[in-house]
């Protein structure tokens, strides 16, 4: 069996991690449902989502819709108490170089995260689209650190962040300075935890949100975790699939 939270882990938060799991752990327990000890690090995202003894992980809307919507059980939505959403909720803010004067990006180089990313593909389209353009080209950077810095670097002339990956970036990458929000798409559903196969999220969230309140301040602060929002399946499904981006 596995776990991992893998979608905002870095090397300054992972203790809060270890400390939030060893609390869901012994909840999960409590519950009767068996966990893994620790963590797991660095796993494939998608191949740790299509394993049938994942106990518990984070998935991102766009593969839950277009992948995993009949192979996983949604528990709830991260709430992180993002200013203009409501709870469980997150956007993307759309980035560029601070030295770059246009208010309007038309056709430009876009650099995304993952075709499969809602914050990094799906909703900037969107953004770009309700604005009457799109993308001239696009390049693939594998997170969205990286299409941060491809911007900074004069790689890329916008990119969509997490909202809540931007606020650890500008926390904790000194290149950020760089940078500045040229925009924000609308809002959606949040990262959300998740479990293998059809089952009862109900124990699932209360092992959750027990951890969570029983999580020490500083730990809670790290990881900008607020609360665990369950949200109705329809939220995700109502969502568009974006083709595939054009290089």
């Known amino acids: 069996m596995i776990a ?74 991260m709430d992180h108490g993002l200013p203009d959403a409501r709870p469980g909720e997150y956007y993307s803010v759309m980035i560029a170089r601070a030295d770059d004067p246009r208010d309007h990006f038309a056709d430009v180089r876009f650099a995304l995260n993952d075709p499969l990313s809602n ?71 949040s990262i959300s935890f998740c479990t293998a196969g059809a089952v009862d999220p109900a124990p699932y969230l209360a092992a959750l949100s027990n951890a969570l309140t029983a999580l020490a301040a500083q730990d809670r602060e790290t990881l900008a975790l607020h609360g665990i929002i369950p949200l109705p399946r329809d939220r995700y499904l109502d969502l568009p699939i974006p083709a595939a981006p054009s290089t």
Not at 15 to 26: G, K, R, V, Y
Not at 34 to 59: E, F, K, N, Y
Not at 147 to 164: C, N, P, Q
């Open 119 to 189: 914050s990094g593909w799906c909703m900037p389209g969107l953004w770009a689209a309700a604005r009457g353009t799109g993308f001239a080209t696009t390049i693939q950077t594998g997170s969205h650190l990286a299409s941060a810095r491809a911007v900074a670097e004069g790689r890329a002339d916008l990119a969509g962040i997490d909202a809540v990956t931007w606020q650890m970036l500008e926390k904790w990458e000194d290149f950020t300075t760089g940078l500045r929000v040229v925009g924000r798409t609308d809002p959606s559903p």
């Open 4 to 77: 991992a939270f893998p979608m905002y882990l870095r090397a300054e938060n992972t203790a809060a991690h270890d400390a939030f799991w060893s609390l869901i752990h012994d909840a999960l327990r409590d519950r009767g449902i068996a966990a893994p000890p620790t963590l797991s690090d660095g796993a494939d995202t998608m191949a740790l989502w299509s394993r049938p003894d994942m106990v518990l992980s984070q998935i991102c809307n766009l593969p839950y819709r277009a992948v995993f919507k009949d192979k996983i059980t949604l528990i709830g939505a």
